[in-house]
């Protein structure tokens, strides 16, 4: 079955410091989407950044940047230097091809970021 | 551009009532997507529709739980008889699914859903 594991349930980090996320995946279906989604505590979800399975480069929109590695179905997140406003619930998703159907979520990483 | 909307924001009714959720999503969209957030179960799909049609429902909890798309623009979420445990926020959203072609979800603002 389709999965999307998200193991750091809570991650701490400075202003201006860079910060990665992790979130491994699993799933037989040769196409796939990955998806980071932000949820700030107000509740909404801002989408971040997508990476299809046959795409070639990782997947760079600003600070935020995707670290896909395929052989090890990874699709690590990484913030660059961090804002305050970066404090959030992240959570990775997966869709079951590229075109973005349903997505399933993974529990979620708590992001404090400290000045 | 208005976004997803999503009706009432929030909903606070008794165990045993009715409750409606609505959702309008982004005009020219034509896939929706009803999932709902708890602190148990993360974030979960529900049901999905394509061109008005649901495509899947297997998130549905059970029977009491139903969901409607009588046109591309207007869907709702109704469960009834509600229950304590369907206290969740309940996102909607919408993308548009054209030739295998990517395009992100847009959710809505979520209605937060308290059954006493």
């Known amino acids: 079955a389709q999965k999307i594991t998200q193991t750091q349930p809570g991650m701490f980090v400075q202003e201006k410091e860079a910060v990665t996320l992790d979130c491994t995946y699993d799933?037989?279906?040769?196409?796939?989407?990955l998806f980071w989604y932000k949820q700030p505590s107000s509740g909404e979800m801002i989408f971040l950044i997508y990476?299809?399975?046959?795409?070639?480069q990782n997947a760079t929109e600003g600070r935020y940047s995707l670290n896909f590695q395929k052989a090890r179905k990874s699709a690590n997140l990484v913030i660059s230097a961090s804002q305050l406003g970066d404090s959030a619930m992240y959570f990775c998703?997966?869709?079951?091809?590229?075109?973005?159907?349903?997505?399933?979520f993974g529990k979620g990483t708590t992001l404090s970021v400290s000045s | 551009d208005a976004g997803v909307i999503q009706s009432p924001r929030h909903e606070v009714t008794e165990m045993g009532q009715e409750v409606t959720l609505r959702c309008k999503p982004i005009?020219?969209?034509?896939?929706l997507f009803w999932y709902r957030q708890t602190m148990m179960r993360g974030l979960e799909l529900l049901i999905y529709?394509?061109?008005?049609?649901?495509?899947?429902d297997s998130g549905m909890p059970e029977d009491r739980f139903s969901a409607k798309m009588p046109n591309a623009s207007f869907s709702t979420l109704k469960i009834q008889p509600s229950e304590p445990r369907d206290s969740a926020v309940y996102f909607c959203?919408?993308?548009?699914?054209?030739?295998?072609?990517?395009?992100?979800?847009?959710f809505g603002p979520g209605t937060r859903l308290t059954v006493l």
């Open positions: 959203a919408s993308t548009l699914l054209s030739g295998g072609v990517y395009n992100e979800q847009f």
């Open positions: 799933t037989s279906d040769p196409s796939y989407g």
């Open positions: 990476q299809g399975s046959y795409d070639q």
């Open positions: 998703a997966m869709s079951l091809n590229q075109a973005g159907t349903a997505l399933i």
């Open positions: 005009s020219g969209h034509n896939s």
């Open positions: 529709f394509n061109n008005n049609v649901p495509i899947d």
